[in-house]
C-alpha cells in the first residue's frame, strides 16, 4: 500500500528514477565483483609469485565504472527530486485556488504552509536517497546470496537463517516508528499555525495581553511537540541503536566463525571458503543498512504523502452541467439553508428573498446573525446545505466560477491588499487596464490626491497586506477597484466601518455614484446609508424575521422599530 502509494505520487519524475535505480543497481553489481576479485587478488598473491596486474587493472576499471553509476545515480535521483518538488508545489497550489475559500479556512494556514513546505521537502529527501538505497537494500543481498550459495550451499543457507531472524527482529523493534510520525506532523502543524497566529495578531497581542499569556498557545505547541520528541525517543531511540548494532558486521562474523566451526565437524570447509563469506556476508549484513534507512525513509515520506493526497482529495468547487450564463443581473436565494459545520446551528435557515437587477438591498441584523453568510454563499466560498441561489435565472451551481467572479465587485470589511503596487493593487486581476483608468477609478474613490502626495505616487508599495496604509485608505483602494471593475453586481460589507462623520458623508456619496446601474446588496450596520434602499432584509438567527422598504418595515414590523429607535437614540447620545 505504502509502496504503492510512493511509486504514484512519484509518477511525474517515474523515467528519472527508473533511470537512478538501474544506475544504483549496476553500481551493486559491480560492487559485488570488487568484493570477490579483491578476495581472488589475496588469494593469488599468497598461492603464485607473479604480480596479479591484470586483476589489479581490471579492480581499477570496475572501480571507476562502479564510482560514475554512483555518482550518475545519485546526480538523476537528486534533479528527480528537486523536479518533483516543483511539480507538487504547483499542483498543491493550483488545488488550494480551486477549494471552497471555507475548506481552506478550516484545514488552516499553518498546516497548509506545513503540507506545502515541509511534507514536500519530506518527499525531496525519499526521492532523491531511495533510489540508490533501494538499489542497495534489494540487489546487493540477492547478488550476495547467490555467489555464497556457488561457494557454498549449506554455509550460505545458515547465512540466510540467521540474516532473516536480524530482520525480523529489526521489523519488531521498529513497529512503533509509524505512529510517532503522525503525531510528531501534527505537533509540527500546531506550532507553524500557532506561530502564524502569534505574528498576524501582534498588534492586538500587544494591546491586551503583554504577559505571558501572549505566548501560551505557542508555548503550549512547543511543549506538545517536546513531549511527542521525547515519547518517541524512549519508545524508538533505544530499538533503533539496538537495531543499528544487530546490523553491523560483527554479529555475523561471529556467527559465520560459529557456525564454520560447527560445519567443519560434518564436511570440510576449506579455509579460503570462510574468507570468502567473512568478507561478501560481513559487507552484506552492512548494505542491509540502507534497507533501514530505506524503512525510515518510507515512513517518514508516507505520512507526508497522506497529507498531501488528502489536500488533493478535497472536493473542488464544481460547476455542474449544463453551464449557464446569467442574461440579466437579478439574485434570489430560495429557501437556503447552510450550516458551517453539522454539528453547529443552520447560520441561514430557510431564507428566500429576491433583488431585481439594479436594485439596492440592504441586509441588517444582529451581530452573528448571518449576513455575511450570504455574501459568502453568493460567491459559493461555501455552497448551500439546501435550497438554491439564482443569478439571472440561473442556479449559480451551474454557472463558471471565472463568469460568476467576473459579475461581481466585492467591497469586504477586511480589505486585502497585495504587497505590490497601489496601481497594481486597483486594477488587480484586470487586464489591459491604462493608468488613465486606474487614475479615473481613484479619483472616483476621492483617493486620487493622497495617491499623488505619495513620493512614489502610483508605484508606491503598499507592504505585505497592505499594511503601509490605514484602513480607510485601503478601503478606498478597493473601492476604486470596484469603479474600476465596473461590475454589474456589486456587494458590499460594512463599507462605512473605518469612517469619522466627515468620511461617512463622503463615503454615502462615493456609493451613491458606485451604485449607479448595479445590482447591489449592502450588509450595513449603520442605517443612516440604507434608508433609501430598495429593500432592506432583517435577519435574526439565520432566520429573515422582515422584509421590505424602510417607511413599509417602520409601520409593518415591531422589530425593525426597535432597531431604527436604538439606532436613533445611540445616534443622539453620539450627537450628546
Ligand atoms: N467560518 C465559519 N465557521 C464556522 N462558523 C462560522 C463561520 N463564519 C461564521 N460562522 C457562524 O455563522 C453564524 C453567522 O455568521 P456571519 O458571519 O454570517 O454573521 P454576521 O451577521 O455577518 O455577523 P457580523 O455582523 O458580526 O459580521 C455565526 O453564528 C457565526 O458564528
Known sequence: MAISQHSDICSPVAKQLRLATGLAILSQGLKLIIWVLMVKIVLLAEQTKEFPLIQIILLLVISISYYTCKIKAHDQSHYAA????????????????????????????????????????????FVADAPPLRAEAYSTPLFVFLALFLIDWQLAFATLIFTVS????????????????????????????????????????RTFDAGEGSYS?????????????????????????????????????????????????YHSIASETLFFFLVLAAGLIETMLPYMSLFHLLEKSRA?????????????????????????????????????????????????????????????????????????????????????????????????????????????????????TIAENISYGLNDVSQEQIENAAKKAQIHDFIMSLPEKYNTKVGERGQLLSGGQKQRLTIARAFLQDRPILLLDEPTSFSDAKNEASLVEIFQTLMKNKTVIMIAHRLSSIVKADQIIYLSQGKIIAKGNHNDLLKESPAYQQLWMDYQQAHQWKMR
Open 82 to 125: 528537486f523536479e518533483l518538488e516543483k511539480i507538487l508545489r504547483q499542483r498543491l497550489v493550483s488545488k488550494i485556488s480551486q477549494l471552497p475559500l471555507g475548506k481552506i479556512r478550516q484545514i488552516g494556514s499553518g498546516a497548509m504552509a506545513k503540507v506545502i513546505c515541509d511534507d514536500v521537502h519530506e518527499l525531496h529527501s
Open 166 to 205: 536480524i530482520f525480523v527482529l529489526m521489523k519488531w523493534l521498529l513497529r512503533h516508528s509509524k505512529l510517532s510520525r503522525n503525531e510528531y506532523a501534527k505537533a509540527v502543524a500546531n506550532i507553524n499555525s500557532s506561530l502564524i497566529e502569534y505574528v498576524q495578531g501582534m498588534s492586538t497581542i
Open 217 to 265: 498557545r505557542f508555548n503550549t505547541a512547543l511543549n506538545e511537540f517536546n513531549k511527542v520528541m521525547l515519547a518517541w525517543l524512549k519508545r524508538v531511540g533505544l530499538a533503533t541503536r539496538l537495531a543499528r548494532s544487530l546490523f553491523s558486521p560483527l554479529p555475523m562474523m561471529l556467527f559465520l566463525v560459529v557456525a564454520g566451526v560447527i560445519l567443519q565437524k
Open 304 to 420: 507526508a504523502i497522506e497529507r498531501i493526497y488528502q489536500i488533493e482529495a478535497e472536493h473542488n468547487i464544481v460547476t455542474q452541467q449544463p453551464y449557464q450564463f446569467p442574461t440579466d443581473y437579478s439574485i434570489s436565494f430560495q429557501q437556503v439553508d447552510f450550516g458551517y459545520d453539522k454539528q453547529q446551528k443552520l447560520a441561514l435557515n430557510e431564507v428566500s428573498f429576491t433583488v431585481p437587477t439594479n436594485t439596492f438591498t440592504a441586509i441588517v441584523g444582529e451581530s452573528g446573525s448571518g449576513k455575511s453568510t450570504i455574501i459568502n454563499l453568493l460567491l459559493r466560498f461555501w455552497d448551500t446545505t439546501s435550497g438554491q441561489i439564482l443569478l439571472g435565472n440561473c442556479n449559480i451551481r451551474h454557472i463558471p466560477t471565472e463568469n460568476l467572479m467576473s459579475l461581481c465587485s466585492v467591497v469586504f470589511q477586511d480589505n486585502f491588499l497585495f504587497s505590490c
